[in-house]
């Protein structure tokens, strides 16, 4: 399974970004995985942005909420990431990823097995 | 759910047998992964659920913990290793993923 990233490097303030995630060597729906995005602000952390599933359902950070919308692509190895309202503090690394599970004793662990090289957005007039 | 790693930094050997923690603000459980992130490059996936190993990862990582201390342990650096390593934790649901902020391994 490979991810690629896709979308404009340039936002102005204000406006939307909007990135494309790309999946090849599978499909959304196959293997019932949830998808995500996970973003990188230069020289810092990583922030986890929400989850997908191949049915439509999302799951979104508390903090960006009221900003973020995930949706399935027209095919079916696209997924996309909508944020609204951009400042500065939205310059970063934009990833996508897939969620696979691993069982432990009686837990089930969501994690992060296959990412995308990432793409640079910059918010900026 | 805050987790907080320690070292930030660290330099060492190769050869060295280095230990990072990872502390979360309550209970995860053992919903936690490491991933290694070099320089321009993606996370990538190391141990998944505390301490499962992911395929082709050498052995001389491993990760141990439960409940809010959790550690990754390289037992003998190799150049390879020195890259920055994060903690990750899923355990809410509905989920509210967090990330540690770090761990830099320098070489000495």
């Known amino acids: 399974v490979q991810l690629q990233e896709s979308g404009p490097g340039l936002a102005k303030p204000s406006e939307t970004l909007s990135l494309t995630c790309t999946v090849a060597?599978?499909?959304?729906?196959?293997?019932?995985?949830?998808w995500t995005w996970i973003r990188q602000q230069p020289e810092k952390g990583l922030e986890w942005i929400g989850y997908i599933y191949y049915t439509g359902s999302t799951y979104y950070n508390s903090a960006l909420k009221s900003r973020v919308t995930m949706s399935l692509g027209a095919s079916d190895n696209e997924f996309s990431l909508r944020l609204t309202s951009v400042t500065a503090a939205d310059t970063a690394v934009y990833y996508c990823a897939r969620v696979s599970t691993v069982q432990v004793g009686l837990e089930v662990i969501r994690h992060f097995d296959y990412w995308g090289q990432g793409t640079m957005v910059t918010v900026s007039s | 759910i805050q987790l907080t790693q320690s070292p930030s930094s660290l330099s060492a050997s190769i050869g060295d047998r280095v230990t990072i923690t990872c502390r979360a603000s309550q209970t995860i459980r053992v919903h936690l992964n490491w991933y290694q992130q070099k320089l321009g490059k993606a996370p990538k996936l190391l141990i998944s659920?505390?301490?499962n190993l992911q395929p082709g990862v050498p052995s001389r990582f491993s990760g141990s913990g439960s409940g809010t201390q959790f550690t990754l342990t390289i037992s003998s650096l190799e150049p390879e290793d020195f890259a920055t390593y994060f903690c990750h934790q899923t355990y809410n649901t509905p989920p509210e993923d967090t990330f540690g902020q770090g761990t830099r391994l320098e070489i000495k």
């Open positions: 060597g599978g499909t959304i729906s196959g293997g019932g995985h949830y």
């Open positions: 659920g505390t301490s």
